[in-house]
């Protein structure tokens, strides 16, 4: 039997495990990138989505380096930054950067141009980029940005994205949460779903986690359906995990 370093994907009843090393990978020498679903030259058509879940990029820019200007319409595009400094601009006129404990939401609506580069000539820049698909189209385009304290992640789950402007984080145009949690070795706690019908989509940022009894390690991705409630329990110190709760269909 294969060990859990070699599975590929697991389809186990209402999970979908995703290792770190089954995921598509893109080096233009100045970009560094992985694609937990479909993208650009990574086609395949069993991994599309997770529900409204359309995209997840682990990207790596070199110093200096950056994508150009381009457009996107009717989509939810949210940038996590991990490492480092990341300059934005778009056609609203917004000019920012964007650093670890920020998050970014642009909702591209009826259609925007930006284009994203490392502000910094002596280290790299590293950060999520992830698309989910709106519940509603033609939206004129919006921007935002907030800053978070990262000691509100530890030990527990910070909620970084909503569908509600009053709530915590950003919101976007679905019915989606965010969390981010920072966790000692063998901390454990629990997350309920918000939204009756919602999946949830665990990715690890650093370290290794138990959910349930299921084994995920750093970089892999755990989709679960058709559940009210998860448990989560760190396997490693300093473990540091995204959680993302996303409406299954669209």
Same mark, same amino acid.
Request: aromatic residues 8%; without cysteine; hydrophobic residues 35%.
């Given at each position: 039997?294969?060990?859990?370093?070699?599975?590929?994907?697991?389809?186990?009843?209402?999970?979908?495990?995703?290792?770190? /090393?089954?995921?598509?990978? $893109? /080096?233009?020498?100045?970009?560094?990138?992985? @694609?937990?679903?479909?993208?650009?030259?990574?086609? *395949?058509?069993?991994?599309? *989505?997770?529900?409204?879940?359309? #995209?997840?990029?682990?990207?790596?820019?070199?110093?200096? +380096?950056?994508?150009?200007? @381009?457009? @996107?319409?009717?989509?939810? %595009?949210?940038?996590?930054?991990?490492?480092?400094?990341?300059?934005?601009?778009?056609? +609203?006129? *917004?000019?920012?950067? %964007?650093?670890?404990?920020?998050?970014?939401?642009?909702?591209?609506?009826?259609?925007?141009?930006?284009?994203?580069?490392?502000?910094? /000539?002596?280290?790299?820049?590293?950060?999520?980029?992830?698309?989910?698909?709106?519940?509603?189209?033609? =939206?004129?385009?919006?921007?935002?940005?907030?800053?978070?304290?990262?000691?509100?992640?530890?030990?527990?789950?910070?909620?970084?994205?909503?569908?509600?402007?009053?709530?915590?984080?950003?919101?976007?145009?679905?019915?989606?949460?965010? @969390? %981010?949690?920072?966790?000692?070795?063998?901390?454990?706690?629990?997350?309920?779903?918000?939204?009756?019908?919602?999946?949830?989509?665990?990715?690890?940022?650093?370290?290794?986690?138990?959910?349930?009894?299921? =084994? #995920?390690?750093?970089?892999?991705?755990?989709? %679960?359906?058709?559940?009210?409630?998860?448990?989560?329990?760190?396997?490693?110190?300093? $473990?540091?995990?995204?959680? +993302?709760? =996303?409406?299954?269909?669209?």
């Amino acid at each position: 039997m294969e060990n859990n370093e070699t599975i590929i994907d697991q389809a186990i009843a209402n999970h979908i495990l995703h290792k770190a /090393n089954t995921r598509g990978h $893109a /080096n233009h020498g100045w970009l560094e990138s992985y @694609h937990t679903f479909s993208f650009a030259n990574y086609q *395949n058509q069993e991994r599309m *989505n997770f529900g409204v879940l359309r #995209v997840l990029n682990d990207d790596k820019v070199n110093q200096g +380096m950056g994508f150009g200007k @381009h457009p @996107h319409d009717n989509m939810e %595009i949210i940038s996590i930054p991990l490492e480092g400094d990341l300059e934005h601009h778009d056609s +609203m006129g *917004n000019t920012t950067v %964007i650093k670890e404990g920020d998050i970014q939401v642009m909702s591209a609506g009826t259609g925007i141009f930006h284009s994203e580069k490392n502000k910094n /000539n002596d280290q790299l820049v590293k950060f999520l980029q992830i698309w989910i698909y709106p519940n509603k189209k033609n =939206v004129t385009p919006r921007y935002d940005q907030i800053s978070l304290d990262l000691k509100d992640r530890h030990n527990k789950l910070q909620q970084i994205l909503s569908p509600d402007p009053e709530d915590e984080g950003v919101w976007i145009h679905q019915d989606v949460w965010f @969390h %981010i949690g920072k966790f000692e070795n063998e901390f454990s706690t629990s997350y309920e779903l918000k939204k009756s019908g919602n999946g949830i989509y665990a990715f690890v940022l650093k370290g290794d986690f138990r959910i349930g009894n299921i =084994v #995920v390690k750093e970089r892999d991705g755990l989709g %679960i359906r058709d559940t009210d409630t998860i448990k989560i329990t760190a396997n490693s110190a300093d $473990a540091e995990i995204l959680l +993302m709760e =996303v409406p299954m269909q669209f």
